[in-house]
């Protein structure tokens, strides 16, 4: 079975610009959450989406946005990039059971604003 | 709030030698909680994870990990390091409610010397 799959790995944007990432995930997997990873303040949650609904929301800006579609691939997007949104951007899925499912993670979309 | 707290950013062993990373967590309820590993350049995957059944757990690659309610403690454990084992760990707790959200700890990073 194929793991989760982002893309692109890498992208170098500048400020202002907005950039999309995409996040395919297991068969069969009806959630997908993201999450922003910094050496400064780690491993932070974004967004959760379950059968193509925000579930769940992390205490970012509004210019950080998700969609799942009917595949329950997801997309994010972040909008007027600052130097600060650089980062590794991690996806993972999971059946969408809740807090003891497991949770797969992709290998991460490493984003650069320039 | 659901938190959890790594302690010791990093820890470094010799080849052979006992693997001890520690994890105290904050809960107004019984916790699920995981362990991840991640290897430079990569996503985060899964150790092991523990919700509510034994409470020694174990997972992938010779690693353990004891709930010990008592101590609000959850720390990971391995009786031989390997070469292999050099890499960032993480604790994580599932956050409340039907969510697959997890809040994670701050990583600790693994050294093993030959």
């Known amino acids: 079975k194929a793991g989760v799959t982002q893309t692109p790995r890498y992208l170098i944007k500048t400020r202002g610009q907005q950039v999309t990432l995409s996040c395919s995930p297991i068969s069969g997997h009806r959630s997908v959450s993201w999450y922003q990873q910094t050496p400064g303040q780690g491993l932070q949650f974004l967004f959760e989406?379950?059968?193509?609904?925000?579930?769940n929301k992390g205490n970012f800006p509004g210019r950080f946005s998700g969609r799942q579609f009917s595949n329950s691939r997801s997309e994010m997007n972040v909008s007027t990039l600052e130097l600060g949104d650089s980062a590794l951007y991690l996806c993972?899925?999971?059946f969408g059971e809740g807090s003891t499912d497991t949770q797969y993670f992709g290998p991460g979309t490493r984003l650069t604003v320039l | 709030a659901q938190s959890v707290t790594q302690l010791g950013s990093h820890v470094s062993v010799s080849e052979g030698a006992l693997v001890l990373l520690r994890c105290n967590y904050s809960s107004s309820v019984p916790p699920y909680l995981f362990w991840y590993v991640q290897y430079p350049n990569q996503g985060l995957q899964l150790l092991l994870k523990?919700?509510?059944?034994?409470?020694l757990v174990k997972g992938i690659n010779g690693f353990e990990a004891e709930f010990k309610k008592s101590e609000t403690s959850f720390h990971l454990t391995k009786p031989s390091a390997h070469m292999s084992d050099a890499a960032e760990y993480f604790c994580?707790?599932?956050?409340?409610?039907?969510?697959?959200?997890?809040?994670f700890g701050t990583g600790t990073r693994l050294q093993v010397f030959p």
């Open positions: 523990y919700t509510s059944a034994a409470t």
């Open positions: 993972a899925s999971s």
């Open positions: 989406y379950f059968s193509e609904t925000q579930r």
């Open positions: 994580a707790v599932s956050d409340l409610g039907n969510t697959d959200k997890l809040i």
